[in-house]
């Protein structure tokens, strides 16, 4: 199924492929070299890598 990044609500879990531009936050639930382009929201130039979910959580976890 095909839906419109617009049409996204609070929620939805979706694929996002090379290229494509979507204006949310949320969590990345898997993937690999992920990298976005923040600079409309944030005025930073160079694109901020991120990291899975499960990641996050362990690091979390080992700063307690």
Request: hydrophobic letters at 35%.
């Amino acid at each position: 199924m095909e839906v419109h990044p617009r049409e996204l609500v609070v929620g939805d879990i979706f694929c996002v492929e090379e290229g494509i531009q979507i204006s949310c936050d949320g969590l990345l639930l898997k993937g690999s070299e992920v990298k976005t382009d923040e600079s409309a929201m944030t005025g930073e130039t160079d694109d901020i890598k991120k990291e899975c979910i499960e990641k996050c959580m362990k690091l979390l976890n080992e700063l307690d």
